[in-house]
């Protein structure tokens, strides 16, 4: 089975307002990560993907299936909503067999599937928890469970990472990188460690388009030779914030440690350093506030 | 005090105005199921108590709807206001346009020429429709689910069709009767129901949602 | 899988508070209001009796004087209940009209318009205004005398003048006030109604009418709080969208939850049912009757089903369209609208919601309406039908455009 997915100048229109405007993207196996800012157009780029919003132009083929055969869509599809919820009366069991059910699972099935895929997401001990009494780590988790329990060839989560606190964030991006196997995780978020630690391929999404496409090092690349360390004192950081690009700040004291882009060398004192994700995203957003 | 008719102008626009257009609507209708010209004592309190009741279940129920979501709940009682703060005001508002909805009918009758006794029938309304209004605002604060405030309000109007002999001082439709006395008893209870409401939401809500 | 749904969703229901309130109050409200009574006045009658209870009279003086009766109430509040399509139609008359009524009434009763509403504000003082019931029984007995060598010909003419003020499916129709006036039963009508009660309804089967009768009151409104609360449930507890992306269809879905709603709506109906028919079985062993034993279901499925059935049907359709409680007050309305409009305590079912029956016995008289029942009771299961499909339409349509139909979605 051809595992892919196709976007074709993809848009999408809420009334007047242009939520996504000819998107095209080609997404194969693997971890693929969906990045921008709050507003970008990612939801509604993953609900086209899952057959939960109708697209105004453009085709989307998922697995070879054009999106609008909603029915084989969501057989082949796991979807991860951004906020994520079930019954506060159910227990992680029944919330994940109802949901099983849903996915067309018979009862013989089910009964196999649902303690295993709650061992998978560390939940078999907490199985018995009501949905209402769950942490935001723990619903994520069940989240992702009844995502993933059908068997999907791509699996799409949103915002997956939001409001989990860092270790247990860690483990859920260990958790998505290993169900990443033969078939596609895309997972869509503003938090740009996520991505660093787990994909390779990367689509940068701005004001509803495209703005960047490719493998983690060609975006990084953008920014090679630009990003440089200084330390200044603590009075100049304003003038210093107006002229550049400024992506970190450490005040120690009257001092202060800054990261900043900028095309050539800015002050004598400043030295080069290996440029990270975020330097790069930044820069791509602050170029492409410079084009509008 | 503007932070508060602040809250309030913002209650109205986000989750009020649909229940309010539903009374007027409803004092609008009233025509074609009830008459209003030359009513005696019996008749204008039947309008009163079986029409108009309505308006009491109608405005007072939904004056917890924003917080059935619970992030935004959440997100108020983050604040450090205390919440009886917060519903004061609309338990003020709700007041106000029941009394109007209530003075409008009682002028509309009085209008139409009747007989009956306008002063005891409107203290009776009053008392009355506040407290068939706070049985519906009591549940649906200690439940947090308006649909059951509508249910044991709409119940309890039932329930006084046929069953008022259980009821004692409480039941309603006593102003039909020719029993204008009770309205003491209908304000007490109000009064008890609307406070308890406030006080009893935070407590009992919380853990039960 | 249907039944895998249907049964998770009856889980559902049973963890709800609404569907408690609706058992509590609806088992409360059946067994205080079908008291004991009935059952020991259940006798055969003996010739002698001072009283055999009422039955529809054929008798043109006594038709004459309540068909006054309620038309002057009728033109003195200057609203007429019709019911042209079978669901009810208010009309109010212009002055020029309303002064023709009122000079129709004076012309067949030899009085002014003025002297016969003093006679009927003395008459009406008399009575309590609260119950229905009560109400009921003040129209039942006010009547209105015609003046002397006034005949039924010119009454049927003077009817048919106010049946062109008011318009079509008023009482004033000939086929209508012909058979709504009530006088006491001969004790040879009251026998012969007895047997037919004992012969055609073996007793239980007329206890269960006079069951669905008080029944129907509360199921016109109760069921949609359940419903509604079901039906919100998915856009309180933040699930739409997960629902929404699974496969499984939105007939499955909705189906599903309809049935098990149904369902259990009907569970407390017919186990309270069952429990007040048994003293009802056993007497009607003593008169050497073999009661119907199932009558506990077959009674309420024909009344109270196809009310059952669109009061929910309605609560989703409204519901899932509006995202909103908006079904509460539609149902609230013609629920408690009806009850009070209702012209009679006993058969009149056209396409009324609640279908009356407050009566025990008149088996005679029921199996004349037997088919206007059924026509009603068919037209209601079917348009349960079409809300139901309307229903899943709507939900398809939600979940292709990512949530309310209505409200903004983001």
């Given at each position: 089975?051809?595992?892919?997915?196709?976007?074709?100048?993809?848009?999408?229109?809420?009334?007047?307002?242009?939520?996504?405007?000819?998107?095209?993207?080609?997404?194969?196996?693997?971890?693929?990560?969906l990045l921008g800012p709050n507003g970008a157009g990612k939801t509604t780029l993953m609900k086209v993907l899952t057959a939960l919003v109708e697209k105004n132009g453009g085709e989307v083929t998922v697995c070879g299936v054009p999106v609008e055969d909603s029915r084989q869509i969501r057989n082949m599809t796991g979807y991860l909503p951004q906020d994520f919820s079930m019954y506060g009366n159910m227990n992680a069991y029944e919330a994940l067999d109802y949901l099983a059910l849903l996915s067309g699972m018979n009862r013989a099935e089910r009964k196999v599937k649902v303690p295993e895929m709650l061992e998978k997401v560390n939940l078999r001990e907490k199985q018995k928890t009501k949905v209402r009494s769950m942490s935001g780590g723990m619903k994520r988790r069940l989240g992702i469970a009844q995502a993933i329990i059908h068997d999907p060839k791509v699996i799409i989560v949103d915002e997956p990472t939001a409001g989990l606190d860092p270790e247990e964030r860690v483990r859920f991006r260990n958790l998505l990188c290993e169900i990443a196997k033969d078939r596609i995780v895309l997972l869509s978020t503003h938090i740009v460690g996520d991505i660093e630690a787990t994909c390779e391929n990367i689509a940068v999404l701005n004001q509803g388009k495209i703005c960047f496409d490719g493998k983690l090092t060609k975006l990084l690349s953008l920014v090679e030779g630009k990003v440089y360390s200084a330390e200044i004192a603590a009075v100049e950081l304003e003038k210093v914030k107006q002229k550049y690009m400024v992506t970190g700040i450490l005040t120690t004291g009257s001092t202060a440690n800054i990261k900043i882009i900028a095309d050539d060398k800015p002050f004598p004192q400043a030295r080069q350093v290996q440029p990270d994700v975020e330097d790069a995203y930044m820069y791509l957003m602050h170029r492409e506030e410079g084009k509008r | 005090m503007e932070k508060y008719i602040k809250l309030t102008v913002s209650f109205i626009k986000r989750q009020y105005y649909p229940h309010l257009l539903l009374t007027i609507l409803f004092a609008v209708c009233s025509g074609g199921f009830v008459s209003f010209k030359g009513l005696g004592d019996t008749q204008a309190a039947k309008a009163m108590e079986m029409y108009v009741a309505f308006a009491g279940i109608l405005l007072f129920v939904p004056l917890f709807m924003p917080e059935q979501d619970k992030d935004i709940w959440?997100?108020?009682?983050?604040?450090?206001?205390?919440?009886?703060?917060?519903?004061?005001?609309?338990?003020?508002?709700?007041?106000?346009?029941?009394?109007?909805?209530?003075?409008?009918?009682?002028?509309?009758?009085?209008?139409?020429?009747?007989?009956?006794?306008?002063?005891?029938?409107f203290r009776g309304a009053c008392c009355e429709i506040f407290f068939l209004g706070s049985i519906g605002y009591f549940t649906s604060a200690v439940t947090n689910q308006a649909v059951i405030g509508y249910m044991l309000a709409v119940i309890y109007f039932a329930v006084n069709l046929g069953g008022a002999k259980y009821l004692g001082n409480f039941a309603l439709f006593q102003m039909m009767r020719g029993e204008y006395g009770t309205w003491m008893y209908w304000l007490l209870a109000a009064a008890a129901l609307f406070a308890a409401g406030v006080a009893l939401r935070e407590r009992l809500a919380v853990r039960n949602r | 899988m249907f039944g895998a749904m249907?049964?998770?969703?009856?889980?559902?229901?049973?963890?709800?508070?609404?569907?408690?309130?609706?058992?509590?109050?609806?088992?409360?409200?059946?067994?205080?209001?079908?008291?004991?009574?009935?059952?020991?006045?259940?006798?055969?009658?003996?010739?002698?009796?001072?009283?055999?209870?009422?039955?529809?009279?054929?008798?043109?003086?006594?038709?004459?004087?309540?068909?006054?009766?309620?038309?002057?109430?009728?033109?003195?509040?200057?609203?007429?209940?019709?019911?042209?399509?079978?669901?009810?139609?208010?009309?109010?008359l212009t002055d020029s009209e309303k002064k023709q009524a009122e000079e129709i009434l004076a012309r067949c009763t030899g009085k002014s318009y003025e002297t016969l509403e003093e006679e009927m504000k003395r008459h009406f003082g008399q009575y309590d205004q609260v119950s229905p019931e009560e109400t009921m029984a003040a129209s039942a007995s006010y009547k209105v005398s015609v003046k002397e060598g006034f005949t039924y010909a010119e009454f049927q003419t003077a009817m048919e003048e106010i049946c062109r003020l008011v318009g079509k499916g008023s009482s004033y129709e000939k086929t209508e006030y012909e058979n709504e006036v009530y006088v006491p039963m001969t004790y040879e009508q009251a026998k012969e109604e007895f047997d037919a009660l004992c012969s055609q309804d073996g007793f239980t089967r007329a206890y269960m009418r006079l069951f669905c009768d008080y029944a129907g009151i509360m199921l016109a409104i109760l069921p949609v709080f359940v419903g509604v609360s079901r039906a919100l449930r998915d856009r309180r507890a933040k699930v739409q969208q997960v629902i929404f992306s699974k496969p499984a269809s939105g007939a499955l879905i909705i189906g599903s939850r309809y049935l098990a709603n149904l369902v259990m709506v009907g569970i407390p109906v017919i186990v309270t049912a069952f429990l007040l028919q048994q003293p009802y079985y056993y007497k009607a062993k003593t008169f050497g009757i073999q009661g119907d034993l199932l009558a506990f279901l077959k009674v309420p499925c024909l009344w109270l089903l196809p009310e059952i059935m669109i009061v929910l049907a309605l609560a989703f359709l409204i519901t899932e369209f509006t995202d909103t409680i908006a079904a509460v007050f539609v149902q609230t309305a013609w629920g408690i609208g009806g009850l009070f409009a209702g012209d009679t305590l006993v058969g009149n079912f056209g396409l009324k919601l609640v279908t009356r029956w407050n009566t025990l016995g008149q088996s005679m008289y029921y199996a004349s309406l037997k088919n206007e029942l059924l026509r009603n009771k068919g037209f209601y299961c079917l348009l349960a039908g079409v809300c139901l499909i309307l229903t899943i339409l709507v939900y398809e349509r939600k979940r292709r455009k990512g949530g309310s139909l209505i409200w903004k979605n983001i």
């Amino acid at each position: 089975m051809d595992i892919s997915i196709e976007i074709k100048g993809l848009t999408k229109n809420y009334g007047k307002k242009k939520a996504l405007s000819e998107v095209s993207l080609s997404i194969g196996p693997g971890m693929f990560g969906l990045l921008g800012p709050n507003g970008a157009g990612k939801t509604t780029l993953m609900k086209v993907l899952t057959a939960l919003v109708e697209k105004n132009g453009g085709e989307v083929t998922v697995c070879g299936v054009p999106v609008e055969d909603s029915r084989q869509i969501r057989n082949m599809t796991g979807y991860l909503p951004q906020d994520f919820s079930m019954y506060g009366n159910m227990n992680a069991y029944e919330a994940l067999d109802y949901l099983a059910l849903l996915s067309g699972m018979n009862r013989a099935e089910r009964k196999v599937k649902v303690p295993e895929m709650l061992e998978k997401v560390n939940l078999r001990e907490k199985q018995k928890t009501k949905v209402r009494s769950m942490s935001g780590g723990m619903k994520r988790r069940l989240g992702i469970a009844q995502a993933i329990i059908h068997d999907p060839k791509v699996i799409i989560v949103d915002e997956p990472t939001a409001g989990l606190d860092p270790e247990e964030r860690v483990r859920f991006r260990n958790l998505l990188c290993e169900i990443a196997k033969d078939r596609i995780v895309l997972l869509s978020t503003h938090i740009v460690g996520d991505i660093e630690a787990t994909c390779e391929n990367i689509a940068v999404l701005n004001q509803g388009k495209i703005c960047f496409d490719g493998k983690l090092t060609k975006l990084l690349s953008l920014v090679e030779g630009k990003v440089y360390s200084a330390e200044i004192a603590a009075v100049e950081l304003e003038k210093v914030k107006q002229k550049y690009m400024v992506t970190g700040i450490l005040t120690t004291g009257s001092t202060a440690n800054i990261k900043i882009i900028a095309d050539d060398k800015p002050f004598p004192q400043a030295r080069q350093v290996q440029p990270d994700v975020e330097d790069a995203y930044m820069y791509l957003m602050h170029r492409e506030e410079g084009k509008r | 005090m503007e932070k508060y008719i602040k809250l309030t102008v913002s209650f109205i626009k986000r989750q009020y105005y649909p229940h309010l257009l539903l009374t007027i609507l409803f004092a609008v209708c009233s025509g074609g199921f009830v008459s209003f010209k030359g009513l005696g004592d019996t008749q204008a309190a039947k309008a009163m108590e079986m029409y108009v009741a309505f308006a009491g279940i109608l405005l007072f129920v939904p004056l917890f709807m924003p917080e059935q979501d619970k992030d935004i709940w959440d997100l108020e009682r983050s604040k450090g206001m205390p919440m009886w703060k917060v519903y004061l005001p609309r338990l003020l508002l709700a007041s106000v346009c029941c009394l109007s909805v209530i003075a409008l009918f009682l002028g509309i009758m009085v209008n139409g020429g009747g007989t009956f006794h306008a002063f005891l029938l409107f203290r009776g309304a009053c008392c009355e429709i506040f407290f068939l209004g706070s049985i519906g605002y009591f549940t649906s604060a200690v439940t947090n689910q308006a649909v059951i405030g509508y249910m044991l309000a709409v119940i309890y109007f039932a329930v006084n069709l046929g069953g008022a002999k259980y009821l004692g001082n409480f039941a309603l439709f006593q102003m039909m009767r020719g029993e204008y006395g009770t309205w003491m008893y209908w304000l007490l209870a109000a009064a008890a129901l609307f406070a308890a409401g406030v006080a009893l939401r935070e407590r009992l809500a919380v853990r039960n949602r | 899988m249907f039944g895998a749904m249907f049964l998770k969703e009856c889980g559902q229901v049973v963890k709800s508070l609404t569907y408690y309130i609706y058992v509590v109050v609806f088992v409360l409200f059946m067994t205080s209001q079908m008291s004991s009574e009935d059952l020991e006045n259940l006798q055969e009658p003996l010739p002698g009796q001072p009283y055999y209870g009422e039955t529809v009279t054929k008798d043109e003086t006594l038709i004459m004087e309540g068909t006054l009766a309620k038309l002057m109430q009728d033109v003195w509040r200057n609203s007429f209940a019709t019911y042209p399509l079978g669901f009810y139609k208010g009309i109010t008359l212009t002055d020029s009209e309303k002064k023709q009524a009122e000079e129709i009434l004076a012309r067949c009763t030899g009085k002014s318009y003025e002297t016969l509403e003093e006679e009927m504000k003395r008459h009406f003082g008399q009575y309590d205004q609260v119950s229905p019931e009560e109400t009921m029984a003040a129209s039942a007995s006010y009547k209105v005398s015609v003046k002397e060598g006034f005949t039924y010909a010119e009454f049927q003419t003077a009817m048919e003048e106010i049946c062109r003020l008011v318009g079509k499916g008023s009482s004033y129709e000939k086929t209508e006030y012909e058979n709504e006036v009530y006088v006491p039963m001969t004790y040879e009508q009251a026998k012969e109604e007895f047997d037919a009660l004992c012969s055609q309804d073996g007793f239980t089967r007329a206890y269960m009418r006079l069951f669905c009768d008080y029944a129907g009151i509360m199921l016109a409104i109760l069921p949609v709080f359940v419903g509604v609360s079901r039906a919100l449930r998915d856009r309180r507890a933040k699930v739409q969208q997960v629902i929404f992306s699974k496969p499984a269809s939105g007939a499955l879905i909705i189906g599903s939850r309809y049935l098990a709603n149904l369902v259990m709506v009907g569970i407390p109906v017919i186990v309270t049912a069952f429990l007040l028919q048994q003293p009802y079985y056993y007497k009607a062993k003593t008169f050497g009757i073999q009661g119907d034993l199932l009558a506990f279901l077959k009674v309420p499925c024909l009344w109270l089903l196809p009310e059952i059935m669109i009061v929910l049907a309605l609560a989703f359709l409204i519901t899932e369209f509006t995202d909103t409680i908006a079904a509460v007050f539609v149902q609230t309305a013609w629920g408690i609208g009806g009850l009070f409009a209702g012209d009679t305590l006993v058969g009149n079912f056209g396409l009324k919601l609640v279908t009356r029956w407050n009566t025990l016995g008149q088996s005679m008289y029921y199996a004349s309406l037997k088919n206007e029942l059924l026509r009603n009771k068919g037209f209601y299961c079917l348009l349960a039908g079409v809300c139901l499909i309307l229903t899943i339409l709507v939900y398809e349509r939600k979940r292709r455009k990512g949530g309310s139909l209505i409200w903004k979605n983001i």
